[in-house]
Structures are given as C-alpha cells and as structure tokens.
C-alpha cells in the first residue's frame, strides 16, 4: 500500500501534539505522586497497552492509503490512544477531586474512539471485500503465473489479449458491445526522480489496487508495460466508457498521493474488430484522449 512519507504526513505531528497536551494536563491540574503510592504494575499494564496502540497507530499511518476509512482508523486511534495516556498518567498524578474533568478526558474518549474505530473497520472490511471479490472474477478462466505482473499483481497484455479474443467472439455471438480503455501515467518518471523508484512501485501498485476496486466483476484491468494499463470492459458502449472515464479520472486524483505530479490520459475504443490484436492496435491509434490532472478535470 502507498502513504505519504513520514516528513510530508501531518498525522504524525499531530499524534505527538495529542501526547504532549496529555503530559500538559497532567503538570498543569494534577500533583506528582510519591514513589510509594505508584502501583507499577498497573503502569508496566497500562504502558503496554498504549505503547501497542501507538504501534498500531504507527503501522496504519505507514501501510494505508489516505481515504476515507483510513481517517477513521486515525480519529478512532487517536481517540484511544488519549484516553490510554491519561489513564496511564493517572498512576503518577494525583488530581483534585473539583478537577472532574481529568476524569472525563479519561473516560469518554475510550467508548467512542472504540466505536469510530468499529466503524473504520466495517469499512475496511467493505474495501477488502470489494478486492476480493475481483481476484475472484480474474480466477474464473484459469491461473497461470507467466500472465501475471509481479509488481501489481494484474494480469499482463499477454492474458487481456487471450481474454479480448474471446470476448470479440461473444459479442459476435450476442450482439453486446465491447470496449477498451488505455491508461497512461504520464509524468510518472518525476515520481521516481523525486521520490525514488520505491515510492513510485508502490504508487503502481495502489493504482493497480484502486482499479480493481472501482471497476465490476465483468471488468478486467492489466498492466500494459511500466506506467500503461488496460482496461476490458465488456457489455459497454462507448459512452458508457467515457462516463467511466470521468469518474475513474475524479476518483484517481482524490485517492491517489503524488496525483500532483502526474496526468492521466486514457484513450478510449469500442471494439468492432474481428481479432484482439487489430483491436489493440486501433486503440492505440485514437486520437481522442480524455486527460485528468490535478488542477483541471474535462472529459
């Protein structure tokens, strides 16, 4: 999965400044505790679990995508993770028993940061179900490794070309329309030169992940070469393909880090050939592309 680098990533600061104005409240309304009335038990328990969801918070900021479900996964953390603090330093601080509020802070932010939590994951869920769902569509035809890219993990032009053969004779067959999109990332070497070419498999890789998602079962998505995808999309006519398009190029830009840098240009073809390769070719060969960027959006 892609995220934004630590040095680029506000959550961090922020997950600090919520420890630091934690530590502050203590200092500012509490009074140390004297060394014989800390039950350091209860603080080597209460410090693990914070330092296990610090972890846990850690590991969210670095493996997901910016999105939806991941800022709750983030606000439902943050919210546990104030409360563990302030219960933790409950163990050093002793507090006025007018200063209820300390009490507060310490107890409601658990229920609902637990709650928000639930809410990120039954969306997670959502999303892997989602993915799920297409691996198994791709499966249905058969499984062969010599078609399969090893960074993305779509299926190459070797597979859409057998796939694209078979549905050109089924739409002979059923008279349904057939198209073919092709996604070209361009600009993507800027990536690579400003972020390393780490940042920009992983960047692949999300977009290969995004595309599956958004797209039905029907559907098939391929990793053309480097920076090139294709898209199969049977029972589609073209304009149905051109609205895709749009929305394909609205839902890159929002989801996908980096989209500063980058254009997406798609080229869009319904097929009337009798063969996969000429089809291919004459996708090639359109001369209308529809290109998104991040300060301008036309179809």
């Given at each position: 999965?892609?995220?934004?680098?630590?040095?680029?990533?506000?959550?961090?600061?922020?997950?600090?400044?919520?420890?630091?104005?934690?530590?502050?409240?203590?200092?500012q309304f509490g009074s140390p505790k004297p060394a014989a009335f800390v039950d350091y038990l209860d603080v080597l328990g209460e410090g693990s679990t914070l330092l296990l969801a610090l972890i846990g918070v850690g590991a969210l900021l670095l493996t997901r995508p910016r999105g939806k479900v991941t800022t709750l996964l983030f606000v439902g953390?943050?919210?546990?993770?104030?409360?563990?603090?302030?219960?933790?330093?409950?163990?050093?601080?002793?507090?006025?028993?007018?200063?209820?509020?300390?009490?507060?802070?310490?107890?409601?932010?658990?229920?609902?940061?637990?709650?928000?939590?639930?809410?990120?994951?039954?969306?997670?869920?959502?999303?892997?179900?989602?993915?799920?769902?297409?691996?198994?569509?791709?499966?249905?035809?058969?499984?062969?490794?010599?078609?399969?890219?090893?960074?993305?993990?779509?299926?190459?032009?070797?597979?859409?070309?057998?796939?694209?053969?078979?549905?050109?004779?089924?739409?002979?067959?059923?008279?349904?329309?057939?198209?073919?999109?092709?996604?070209?990332?361009?600009?993507?070497?800027?990536?690579?030169?400003?972020?390393?070419?780490?940042?920009?498999?992983?960047?692949?890789?999300?977009?290969?992940?995004?595309?599956?998602?958004?797209?039905?079962?029907?559907?098939?998505?391929?990793?053309?070469?480097?920076?090139?995808?294709?898209?199969?999309?049977?029972?589609?006519?073209?304009?149905?393909?051109?609205?895709?398009?749009?929305?394909?190029?609205?839902?890159?830009?929002?989801?996908?880090?980096?989209?500063?840098?980058?254009?997406?240009?798609?080229?869009?073809?319904?097929?009337?050939?009798?063969?996969?390769?000429?089809?291919?070719?004459?996708?090639?060969?359109?001369?209308?592309?529809?290109?998104?960027?991040?300060?301008?959006?036309?179809?």
């Open positions: 999965m892609l995220s934004t680098p630590i040095w680029r990533d506000a959550r961090w600061p922020l997950l600090a400044l919520l420890l630091l104005v934690c530590i502050g409240f203590a200092l953390s943050l919210l546990l993770c104030g409360s563990l603090t302030l219960d933790l330093l409950d163990e050093f601080f002793r507090y006025p028993e007018d200063v209820r509020y300390m009490s507060w802070l310490e107890s409601l932010p658990l229920p609902l940061g637990l709650l928000v939590l639930a809410i990120g994951m039954y969306g997670w869920h959502q999303e892997q179900k989602l993915i799920e769902r297409q691996l198994r569509a791709r499966e249905l035809h058969y499984r062969d490794h010599r078609f399969v890219d090893p960074l993305t993990t779509l299926y190459n032009r070797n597979y859409l070309e057998h796939i694209l053969q078979r549905e050109i004779a089924l739409r002979f067959e059923h008279r349904d329309e057939l198209c073919l999109l092709h996604l070209n990332v361009k600009g993507f070497a800027r990536i690579n030169r400003v972020h390393g070419s780490h940042e920009g498999d992983r960047m692949l890789q999300r977009l290969g992940e995004l595309l599956v998602t958004l797209l039905r079962d029907t559907d098939l998505v391929c990793r053309d070469h480097s920076d090139r995808f294709l898209l199969l999309l049977p029972r589609t006519e073209r304009d149905e393909a051109l609205a895709l398009v749009s929305f394909l190029q609205q839902a890159l830009l929002q989801e996908l880090p980096y989209a500063e840098l980058v254009r997406f240009d798609f080229r869009c073809h319904q097929v009337a050939e009798d063969n996969a390769l000429a089809a291919l070719q004459q996708l090639m060969l359109e001369r209308n592309k529809v290109a998104a960027h991040a300060t301008m959006a036309t179809c």
